[in-house]
T-cell receptor, first 113, second 111 residues
Framework: DAGVTQSPTHLIKTRGQQVTLRCSPISGHKSVSWYQQVLGQGPQFIFQYYEKEERGRGNFPDRFSARQFPNYSSELNVNALLLGDSALYLC????????????FGQGTRLTVV | RKEVEQDPGPFNVPEGATVAFNCTYSNSASQSFFWYRQDCRKEPKLLMSVYSSGNEDGRFTAQLNRASQYISLLIRDSKLSDSATYLCVVNPYTNAGRSTFGDGTTLTVKP
């Protein structure tokens, strides 16, 4: 079985640009969460989607948005990129909304120059 | 104060040593707890869930103390391959998707 897949794996963008990151969860998993991890810190929660609805939002500006599609894949969009948005963006899928382990994709490493 | 706090280390230990990591969390209503392992520039991978009764998986033992809001991970007979960053994870709701991560404890096991 395929695990969580994310694309692209690496990305370089210029300040002010927009970026879209993609995630396909494990087959059968309906919950997708997005995290941002900057060097030296743990992942920080951005969004959770379950059954195509937003179920949680972390402390991130409105420049960050996401959605989940009928096949449970998800996209994370970031507008007006700042240098501080440079990070590893991780997608995690879990079977249900509640109290189960999350499995991470390999991440997208975004560099903003 | 961070919601989940870990000693960042680094912990440098010889092969065969026993090492313990601690983690404290601030939200007393937290529902579920995990330890993840993250290798350099890789994604976090689930190591084990943590239960109030404690749980063991081979050389790894995890404990939860809800009264003290404290989680621990014990690694016995350390191997070189155990070198990684260990992340303490707390879910404040009955919802796995909104995990709060500590910043991790770095372990280096030396020959």
């Amino acid at each position: 079985d395929a695990g969580v897949t994310q694309s692209p794996t690496h990305l370089i963008k210029t300040r002010g640009q927009q970026v879209t990151l993609r995630c396909s969860p494990i087959s059968g998993h309906k919950s997708v969460s997005w995290y941002q991890q900057v060097l030296g810190q743990g992942p920080q929660f951005i969004f959770q989607y379950y059954e195509k609805e937003e179920r949680g939002r972390g402390n991130f500006p409105d420049r960050f948005s996401a959605r989940q599609f009928p096949n449970y894949s998800s996209e994370l969009n970031v507008n007006a990129l700042l240098l501080g948005d440079s990070a590893l963006y991780l997608c995690a899928s879990s079977l249900r909304q509640g109290n189960t382990e999350a499995f991470f994709g390999q991440g997208t490493r975004l560099t903003v120059v | 104060r961070k919601e989940v706090e870990q000693d960042p280390g680094p912990f440098n230990v010889p092969e065969g040593a026993t090492v313990a990591f601690n983690c404290t969390y601030s939200n007393s209503a937290s529902q579920s707890f995990f330890w993840y392992r993250q290798d350099c520039r890789k994604e976090p991978k689930l190591l084990m869930s943590v239960y109030s009764s404690g749980n063991e998986d081979g050389r790894f033992t995890a404990q939860l103390n809800r009264a003290s809001q404290y989680i621990s991970l014990l690694i016995r007979d350390s191997k070189l391959s155990d070198s990684a960053t260990y992340l303490c994870v707390v879910n404040p709701y009955t919802n796995a998707g909104r995990s709060t991560f500590g910043d991790g404890t770095t372990l280096t096991v030396k020959p």
